[in-house]
Structures are given as structure tokens and as C-alpha cells.
């Protein structure tokens, strides 16, 4: 990194090895240069008719803004003649705004579009790929070069050409800077020297003021300090209030220096070759040429005007060189307040402890209590008041008496700050909404409850942390916000997000701002202005200890933190940030939009993107309003986190925004930057195209009347047919409802039938069991007893039959498919069967592989169930029923082959038919009504399936299902 400048509008751009760079938005962009050309820049400059010039190792550009960016324009191409500069070092402008220009052994000065030559002895040349002569000018304008070798020359004028002065430092020379009236100083390669000239421009004075700085670059920290760049040691600070005295800048890399450049808002931008660095002097500082970084415990205001403060264990004081000083003041345990008027001094310990000193001699040791004192008033070099365990305490300074005021509060611990007015009255902060404040009397000597009702939401146990008076104005930092207290009412003081937030600390400037220390920071309220300063400006820390911000007689603001005390100096000049930059997105491009005018069609959404030029971007915050016409600014909003303002769906109409930023800390809200926005009607919206689309409507209206009828009668002779063919469709829809019902008749009778003859059974024999049990042996009763069970048991698998495929029927019965290995299924059921197939004699044997299925696992287990049923019920004993499945066209077949009875063709047509179902028997006599193959037909249906059969009468019967594979 060469260099660092602003352009008139605070883009920051940087001089690099490797090409132009700017920093928009917190991000580093590469400025758009001509193709080819050398990316080795080396110098920035700004002239006073706000042009940004840079130098490459080839030539000399002009940076601009445009539309979509910034650009460097090439102004003059150099090392290509002889007259023109050859590898351009370093750009001046005079008194007179003439530009000058240096390269590596001669100098130039820009006429018009031209340069001017002046050569230079061949003993000028520099050895620098960035430095060359350094230009003095005196206060008449007289202007001397200094070469890196160390030669002096003046410029005649008269006679167009510089003339060698005669006097030669005789060493390297690389900077330079104006320090006063024809005073300057050079940084060498002896180190810094110190030159007066007179008005003729010749040196009258020289001298080494030090000789272990190699200065690279200067620039003006205040009004008699100067920062001071180095080719090995970094940045140093140098007093020239102080015989040139230097000093260190803490925390500083040991980097190569190449530039300082100080931009319009006090930020220090250093380049070195490491990179670029920021520095800014902190709104607070707490750097001290002695170490500060003790628990600060309290802060007293003397009367001239100082104030010295205490840790935990010392107390002190800062000298007028900004060194920390001892108070040494005999006690012991830890420092908790500490109170000094003239020459009385008080100490107040944790261990509650009071110690009282005259001319820091120490008077009397008090034991108050067992708790820590907490804050103390000095009335007189007689009296005093403190507070210990939230109890008042009166102390006489020279008896030593201490009286407690703990009844004077109905013997309540509620106390915890006090204050004096300038009557001496005391005024005691305390606890609770019905009695936060009281006052002690001088005249009456009385304590009175003087807490005003409060008609704002506060917590019931809120309590007072500190006390500050402005004029007759009584100001509460409390646990839930600043309060004002007037004698005649109370109200909370508005702090926007931080308005309910403890405020442990109070105090006001002689300008009227109130300071307050807070979880979040120290907050400045002026007027309508809030400001929230944090360890970001300074401090030494975030947490504040309670009571400790004081001003002293220099409008030095004192605060106590757990790491250190810090000050600032206050002023009534407090900057401004600057205006915000505004830009439209649309589709990916930006437009800068300025104080310009935007216009947008209504129930659109605007997106603007919104920024500042002080860096860096996330300190800066945002609000906008929208305002109509010549309506007032009612409400500001904040900013989206990318810092974008959207605004969707405004109505027609012309309109405001109003865009504020303001930069944390010591700043305050910008001026408004204005956009105008006219909101449009959409085109298809507007007065003549709706007339044109009325007209439209009543041709087509028209049209489509004439249409209407024609078409009306087509569709009344289309509707005579349709009529026509639903007649039909209606009749045969009755038909089958009829057949339906009769089936449903035939299906009833099988069913009472099927039911009755088992009861009728049932109950024969349970008679006979009942009255001839006497008479009966006992195998004719087991007989009985077996006749009896049969027929419950296939009465009862009846019923079940019936009611499943009820359920199915009405649609209550839920499908619940999953993943499962058929195989499983086929297993267990055939093992099953197979003890119910020997006690007829029959053989059951399978034939299946694994084949993973998606089903109801459920039903496919009855479907199996019931064909196997079916095949052991028709047959003969010494047959075979084979269990098999294969896979096909993505489906698992499931066949169950037996040897038996078989089926005519009729029989095979009526099988799965509920008007057809009847009743047979088993070849050993077992009942059956043919409502399991209905079942099973509906249940494979279910599950995406179909079931078939394949029989011949006396030659056995195959039954076949397909379910889906997985």
C-alpha cells in the first residue's frame, strides 16, 4: 500500500503495487483502468479544485464516479518522450494551484494540456521507486526544492528555472513538512531535521532535532503535535510544544510507513506495506503515562475543580503531566467511597469502616456497621451524612457521635444515595413507587417522604442509584430508567430502546446534555438527541461502577469502570455525520440518486440501499421516514440490517423520503438527504386506456349477445339429447338396483338359513345334554358336547366372515399397507394348516422364495388363510394341496392348488357373486356358505390386486391371487 486519499465526495481509494482500489460500503472494489496498462501505483494526490490524480509507474489519471462505478481516466501517458515525465514520482500544488510533478531526476510543471520541462543535474537523480524532490514553500510563495540527495534549489520566476542555493545537506532526504511560518522539517536518512528559511528562501538555520527517526511521512495530529511515519519503527507521535519531544503510539506494528493521509472526519489512514491501518483519537481516553487499570470505587470533585478518585486500595490524583499520583492516606480494608472538601477527607470501607482525616492526617476511625458504606455527603468541616446497610447515618466529625435516622424511615433498610442542595438540605434517594424520595430538613431537622405518585408503568420495586441536580430540577438515575423529580410531579425521561434500562449513574454538562452510564454504555442525551458511547470510543470497559461520573472544572467528563477511570473533553460543538448516499437497485444496477427524483408505477416496491461515506459502515445508523405532499415528519424507522429501505405498494401520488444517519459515539443525526418520489399509475390503469377498454367491452358485450343466442339454441337441442340419453341411463340404473335387492333378498335367506341350522342344532342337543344327561354314557355325551362345538365354532366363523365383509362393504375398513417379506406369511400359514390337513390325511406342501410385497400384511394373511381352509375342506384324504408363489410383470401370484372335489362351469360363473352364494359341504361333512372367497375377493381388490380360479369337476381346483411387489 503507496497511498490514501478521499475524492469530493469521501470514496476513499488506495495506490496500490497491484492497481487502484476504493472502498465502497465496506468492501474493496478495483477501479475500472485502461487495459494494458501498468497496475504499479505509488502516489494519490487531491488538487485544491477537488480532481483525484494518481500516478502509475506510465502515466497520470483522473479518477471519476460514474453511473456504475468509479473509473481512472488516463490524462498523459508518460516514458514515451523525452519532454514528458519518465516513471513520475510525487505531485505538488503551489499557492498559485499550479500543479507540479517530479520523476526520477527531473521536474515538470503542468501548463494547460502541457507539461514544462526543468532538468535537473544527473547528481539529483533518486535511487526511489516513490520518492524524488521535496517541495518548500515559504509563506510569499517562494518556492525551494529539496532532491533525495540532499541539494538545495530555487525556483526564479522571473527567469523561468531553478537555481542551485549553495547549501547541501549531504545525505538522503525523503519527506518533508511545514510546521510554521518558513519552518520546516526533513525527513532523512540521519533523521529528523528542523530548517528555517527567510523570505528569499535560503536557510538561515538548520538543525538534528533526533537522530533515531527515519521519518518516511508527516502529518498534523493537533494543534502542536505531529504524527510521524517510519521506514522500520512505524508511527510515533512527536510534541513540538515539548523541545520535539517523541512518543510512542501504542499497540502500533513496527511496519514500513509510506503515507498517513487524514480524512474529513479525523481518521488516521496509514499505508504501509503491510497493508492499510485506521486510527482515530477516541471520543474517551484512559491512556495515562502511568498504569490505569484498577477497579474504580469512587470519584470525588474537589472544589478548585479537579478530581481525584480511589480503587479498591489507593486513592489518586492526575498530575498536570498526565501521570497517576498516589494520595497516601492511612486505613485499612477496601475502599469504597471517598468524599474531600478542602481539607476534610473521608473514607469509606467495605468492612464499614469510616475514616475521617483533617490535612490527610487521619482523626478518627468509626466503626458505622457490618455492611459496606455506600455513599457519603460532606456538610461541613463539623458534619457529614453517609449511608451503610441502606440505613442514614449523621456523623459529628469532631466527637465522632453517630446517629441513625433508621426510624425516620418506619425502620425500613431502604436508602441508597444522598444528596445535598445548596441550602444543605439532603435529599435521599431510596426504594419503592411509595417512597423512592426523601428530604431532610435543615430547618425542621426532620426526614419527610416527599415521593409524588408516579402514573407511568414502573416496577413496585424499583429503587433510586444516583442523584443529580440541574438548577431546581431533580434528575434519578434508578433500576428502571432516568427520572424527573420537580417537587410537584414526577416522569420518566425518554431514552428510546434504553429508557427502561438501570441507569447507575447522572451527570450534567454546563451545555444542558445529560450523561448517563448504562449495561450498554455511556449515553449523551441533548435535546432530541441520543448518543451511546462504548468501549468502540474509548472506554476502557463496559462496566460502569455506580455514582462515578463526575465533571470537572475543565469540562473533563470522569467516569469509573472495573478496569480503569476515562475522561473526555466536552464541547458544544458536537459533528455532524455526513449526509447519506442513496442508491436505487433495480435488476442489478445502481443509480445514484442525490437529492434527484424517482418515479415508480403505484403497487411497486422501491429498494434503496443506504450508506455513508465515514467509515467504517457498521457504526453508522439509518432512519426513514415516508412522507405525502407536505405532511410533517411524524416517524422515523430504522433500517434493515443490510441498511435498505423497502417500501412496497404506495398508492399515486408524490411523496418524500427523509434519510438521517448518524455515526456512534461523539456525532449527531446528519441533515436529511430528500428523495423524491412520484408514484405513477400503471399504464393500463390510466383514464384514456380505460376508455378504450370500456368500448372494447360493449363490442364484445355485443358480440358476444349475438353469439349467445346462436349458440343458445344449438345448446337447447343439445340438451334435449342429453336428456334423452340420462332417460336411458336413469333406466338402467333402476334395473340394477332392482337386481341389486333382489340379490341382497337371496343373500339374506342364505344367511338366515346358514345361522338357523347351527342354533337349531345347538339347541337340540343342549336339550338333550340337559335332560337325558342322567341316561347318557359317557361317550355318547363327549359326542354331543363335539357336535355342539362345531357348529358354535363355524357359526361363529360365519359371523366373522359376515362382519368383515360388512365393514368392507361401508368402507370402514382401513387399509394400513406396508413393506413385508411374503414369504413369512406363506411359512406360518402353511405350517399351520398343515396339523389341520393330517386329520384327514392330506399332504400340504410349498413351493415359494422370498419376495418382499407393500400390502396390508392383515388381510393377505386371511386371503391365504381362507383358500387354504377351502382346499383341506374339499379334500379327499391321501391327496396333495400344493402352497406356491411366483413373481410376474411386477406383481407376486400366491397359488393354492388342491386335488379334490373341483367345480362345474356354473359353479365357477357364481363364485364370487353375492346373489349366487350358497351353502356345501366339505368331504367330511364341514359346513360352508362361500362368503371367505368373497372376503378374500375384496381383500386382494384392496391392496391393488386381482384373484382368479382354474377348476375341473372331480380333477381339483388352483385359486390364484396377485398382489403388488415392492
Known amino acids: 500500500m503507496k497511498s490514501i486519499h478521499q475524492d469530493s465526495l469521501g470514496v476513499y481509494y488506495f495506490a496500490t503495487d497491484k492497481g487502484l482500489i476504493s472502498l465502497v460500503k465496506d468492501h474493496f472494489i478495483p477501479v475500472e483502468v485502461q487495459e494494458g496498462k501498468n497496475q504499479f501505483y505509488k502516489s494519490l494526490f487531491k488538487r485544491k479544485n477537488g480532481d483525484l490524480l494518481a500516478l502509475s509507474d506510465d ?40 500543479l507540479w510533478l517530479t520523476d526520477f531526476n527531473h521536474i515538470y510543471r503542468l501548463k494547460g494540456s502541457d507539461f514544462e520541462q526543468y532538468q535537473m543535474d544527473k547528481k539529483n537523480q533518486t535511487t526511489s521507486y516513490a520518492r524524488s524532490f521535496q517541495f518548500l514553500e515559504c509563506d510569499n510563495g517562494k518556492l525551494m526544492v529539496v ?20 547549501f547541501n545537506l549531504d545525505l538522503v532526504v525523503n519527506s518533508s513538512f511545514k510546521i510554521g ?35 518516511s511521512c508527516f502529518q498534523e495530529l493537533s494543534e502542536n503535535k505531529l504524527l510521524v511515519g517510519t521506514w522500520f519503527q512505524g508511527i510515533l507521535e512527536i510534541d513540538l510544544s515539548e523541545d520535539f519531544k517523541v512518543y510512542p503510539i501504542g499497540g502500533f506494528p513496527c511496519f514500513t510507513v509510506n503515507n498517513i493521509f487524514l480524512d474529513d472526519f479525523g481518521k488516521f489512514w496509514i499505508a504501509t506495506n503491510s497493508g492499510t491501518v485506521v486510527m482515530e483519537k477516541k471520543f474517551f481516553s484512559y491512556q495515562f503515562r502511568s498504569t490505569n487499570s484498577e477497579y474504580i470505587s469512587s470519584i470525588n470533585l474537589n472544589e478548585d475543580g479537579n478530581v481525584n478518585f480511589s480503587g479498591r486500595k489507593h486513592i489518586y490524583k492526575i498530575s498536570n503531566d498526565e501521570q497517576i499520583q498516589n494520595i497516601n492516606l492511612e486505613f485499612e480494608g477496601s475502599i469504597n467511597v471517598f468524599k474531600k472538601r478542602n481539607n476534610i477527607s473521608l473514607l469509606g470501607t467495605e468492612q464499614g469502616y469510616l475514616y475521617v482525616y483533617k490535612n490527610d492526617e487521619l482523626h478518627l476511625k468509626l466503626a458505622i456497621a457490618n455492611k459496606p458504606i455506600t455513599s457519603i455527603e460532606i456538610v461541613s468541616e463539623r458534619e457529614a451524612w453517609l449511608v451503610s446497610d441502606k440505613e442514614l447515618f449523621h456523623i459529628n466529625l469532631n466527637s465522632g457521635l453517630i446517629k441513625s435516622y433508621l426510624q425516620s424511615f418506619r ?8 444528596l445535598l442542595d445548596k441550602e444543605t438540605n439532603l435529599f435521599i434517594g431510596a426504594e419503592y413507587k411509595n417512597s423512592y424520595l426523601f428530604k431532610f430538613d435543615v430547618v425542621s431537622k426532620k426526614v419527610e417522604n416527599i415521593s409524588t405518585s408516579i402514573d407511568f408503568d414502573i416496577n413496585e420495586d424499583f429503587w433510586v442509584i444516583d442523584l443529580e441536580f440541574d438548577e431546581d430540577t431533580l434528575y434519578m438515575g434508578t433500576s428502571s430508567g432516568l427520572l424527573k423529580y420537580w417537587g410537584e410531579g414526577i416522569e420518566r425521561v425518554d431514552l428510546r430502546d434504553m429508557t427502561n434500562s438501570e441507569v447507575n449513574s447522572v451527570a450534567i454538562d454546563r451545555h444542558h446534555s445529560f450523561w448517563m452510564t448504562t449495561s450498554k454504555g455511556v449515553i449523551r442525551k441533548r435535546e432530541k438527541d441520543l448518543s451511546l458511547f462504548t468501549p468502540e470510543q474509548g472506554l476502557p470497559s463496559k462496566t460502569f461502577t455506580n455514582r462515578n461520573l463526575k465533571f470537572d472544572s475543565n469540562d473533563h467528563l470522569w467516569v469509573g469502570t472495573s478496569n480503569g477511570i476515562a475522561y473526555a473533553s466536552i464541547c458544544d460543538s458536537i459533528p455532524k455525520t455526513p449526509k447519506p448516499e442513496v442508491s436505487r437497485t433495480d ?120 353469439y349467445s343466442q346462436k349458440r343458445a339454441q344449438q345448446n337447447l337441442i343439445e340438451l334435449e339429447k342429453q336428456v334423452s340419453e340420462r332417460t336411458v341411463q336413469l333406466q338402467d340404473l333402476n334395473k340394477h338396483l332392482v337386481s341389486a335387492n333382489v340379490a341382497k333378498d337371496k343373500f339374506l335367506s342364505i344367511i338366515a338359513h346358514d345361522l338357523r341350522n347351527p342354533f337349531n342344532a345347538i339347541r337340540g342337543f343342549s336339550k338333550i345334554l340337559l335332560k337325558d344327561s342322567d341316561i347318557l354314557s359317557e361317550e355318547d355325551r ?28 361401508k368402507g370402514n375398513f382401513k387399509l394400513n399397507s406396508e413393506n413385508f417379506d411374503l414369504k413369512t406369511i406363506l411359512e406360518k400359514n ?14 400340504l406342501i410349498g413351493d415359494f422364495n422370498r419376495a418382499i410385497v407393500k400390502a396390508d400384511k392383515a388381510m393377505i394373511d386371511t386371503v391365504i388363510r381362507n383358500l387354504l381352509s377351502n382346499a383341506i375342506k374339499y379334500s379327499k384324504p391321501n391327496q396333495i394341496i400344493k402352497l406356491q408363489s411366483i413373481e410376474a410383470n411386477g406383481f407376486i401370484v400366491v397359488q393354492v392348488t388342491d386335488q379334490g372335489v373341483g367345480m362345474t362351469e356354473k359353479q365357477l360363473k357364481n363364485l364370487f357373486k353375492i346373489d349366487t352364494v350358497t351353502t356345501s359341504e366339505g368331504t367330511a361333512n364341514e359346513t360352508g356358505t362361500g362368503f371367505g372367497l368373497m372376503l378374500s375377493k375384496e381383500f386382494v381388490e384392496l391392496n391393488g390386486g386381482k384373484i382368479w380360479v382354474e377348476s375341473e369337476k372331480n380333477k381339483g381346483t388352483s385359486f390364484f391371487f396377485s398382489i403388488p411387489r415392492k
Open 411 to 418: 425502620g425500613q433498610r431502604i436508602v441508597q444515595d444522598i
Open 59 to 98: 502515466g497520470i489519471y483522473k479518477i471519476t464516479q460514474t453511473s456504475i462505478g468509479n473509473k481512472a481516466d488516463l490524462l498523459f501517458l508518460c516514458n514515451t518522450d523525452s519532454l514528458l515525465p519518465k516513471y513520475p514520482k510525487e505531485f505538488f500544488e503551489d499557492q498559485n494551484d499550479e
Open 181 to 215: 511560518s518558513n519552518e520546516f522539517l526533513l525527513g532523512t536518512s540521519l533523521g529528523i531535521y528542523r530548517l528555517i528559511l527567510d523570505f528569499n528562501g535560503q536557510v538561515v538555520h538548520h538543525e538534528l532535532i533526533n537522530e533515531s527517526i527515519m521519518a
Open 830 to 843: 402353511l405350517g399351520l394348516h398343515k396339523s389341520l390337513g393330517s386329520l384327514k390325511g392330506l399332504t
Open 587 to 706: 435488476g442489478g444496477s445502481q443509480f445514484d440518486l442525490k437529492n434527484g427524483k424517482v418515479k415508480i408505477n403505484a403497487n411497486s416496491m422501491l429498494l434503496l440501499d443506504v450508506t455513508a461515506t465515514i467509515y467504517p459502515q457498521k457504526q453508522n445508523q439509518f432512519q426513514y421516514c415516508t412522507v405525502k405532499g407536505n405532511e410533517k415528519i411524524i416517524d422515523w424507522k430504522e433500517l434493515s440490517d443490510k441498511n435498505q429501505i423497502v417500501i412496497p405498494g404506495l398508492k399515486t401520488g408524490k411523496y418524500k423520503i427523509c434519510i438521517r444517519g448518524k455515526h456512534e459515539g461523539n456525532y449527531r443525526w446528519s441533515e436529511h438527504r430528500i428523495v423524491e418520489l412520484n408514484v405513477a399509475q400503471v399504464w393500463y390503469l390510466r383514464w384514456y386506456v380505460l376508455l378504450v377498454d370500456f368500448l372494447l367491452i360493449l363490442v364484445l358485450i355485443f358480440l358476444t349477445n349475438k
Open 147 to 166: 532532491s533525495q540527495s540532499g541539494w538545495f534549489y530555487q525556483f526564479d520566476r522571473k527567469n523561468n528555472q531553478f537555481k542551485e542555493s549553495g
Open 782 to 809: 363327549t359326542e354331543l358336547i363335539e357336535t355342539i362345538y362345531r357348529s358354535s365354532d363355524d357359526t361363529f366363523k360365519l359371523l366373522e366372515s359376515l362382519l368383515e365383509w360388512a365393514n368392507v362393504q
